[in-house]
């Protein structure tokens, strides 16, 4: 039973190169979220996809910042353009359909990908 | 819109002892989560406890209890019998239905707490 698993867990950039982050859900889970946790901070909310949908971007920077969830392999966070605040923690969790779940917002989060801009 | 406030950025607590982190928080919802994660060192999110709006009785998870005091609109995390391996850093959540997203988590900005032999 794998859980929620994103790659690569540490990622180095260079300011102005593209930053891509993967994340595979738990088996059966639709639901992907993804947030941000900047150095000494909680995590933020980014975005919720389904399956070929995003569902919330409420927490998407405007710029620069993609994100999605296609039918077939992982879902991916891209940043384009890498500047030094960008550097932080990014956080996928998944959810399993909701009539599987045991309360309304259970998610499982992933280890994290540790994003460094230089 | 959601907000979570933890004024504990950090505690030392010796081992053994009981406890308890602080949260409240702000919603307009009627209906709403409260969450615990505890945060290792090593940097994963472990959740711990929920606890729903409507539910009548106190979560509790093994050594974990979720004292929710719904009119103080407080959720603090209670940890008994504090072990070394409680050292982390400890946040609480809720879900947030404006301003983080229909399923989005609303975060507050921890407490590190420190276990103490």
């Known amino acids: 039973n794998a859980g929620v698993m994103q790659n690569p867990r540490h990622l180095v950039r260079r300011r102005g190169q593209e930053a891509r982050l993967r994340c595979s859900p738990v088996?059966?889970?639709?639901?992907v979220y993804w947030y941000r946790q900047l150095p000494e901070e909680g995590l933020k909310f980014m975005v919720y996809?389904?399956?070929?949908?995003?569902?919330?971007e409420s927490g998407m920077p405007k710029e620069r910042f993609s994100a999605e969830f296609p039918k077939e392999g992982p879902s991916i966070l891209r940043i384009q353009q890498v500047v030094r605040g960008d550097s932080a923690a990014y956080f996928c969790?998944?959810?399993?359909?909701?009539?599987?779940?045991?309360?309304?917002?259970?998610?499982?989060f992933g280890p994290g990908t540790r994003l460094t801009v230089l | 819109a959601q907000k979570i406030t933890q004024t504990q950025p950090g505690m030392f607590v010796q081992e053994k002892e009981a406890v308890t982190l602080d949260c409240t928080y702000d919603?307009?919802?009627?209906?709403?989560?409260l969450f615990w994660y505890k945060q290792p060192s090593s940097g994963e999110m472990i959740f711990l406890i929920y606890?729903?709006?409507?539910?009548?009785q106190n979560a509790t998870e093994g050594r974990y209890s979720l004292n929710f005091q719904k009119a103080r609109k407080s959720a603090n995390l209670v940890i008994s019998a504090s072990q070394l391996g409680d050292s982390a850093m400890y946040f609480c959540?809720?879900?947030?239905?404006?301003?983080?997203?229909?399923?989005?988590?609303?975060f507050g900005k921890g407490t590190h707490l420190i276990i103490q032999p």
């Open positions: 996809l389904q399956k070929e949908n995003i569902i919330d």
């Open positions: 959540a809720m879900r947030g239905t404006s301003g983080g997203g229909a399923d989005g988590l609303t």
């Open positions: 606890q729903g709006s409507y539910d009548e």
């Open positions: 919603t307009s919802d009627q209906s709403y989560g």
């Open positions: 969790a998944s959810s399993p359909p909701l009539a599987d779940r045991r309360f309304y917002n259970e998610q499982f």
């Open positions: 088996k059966g889970h639709s639901h």
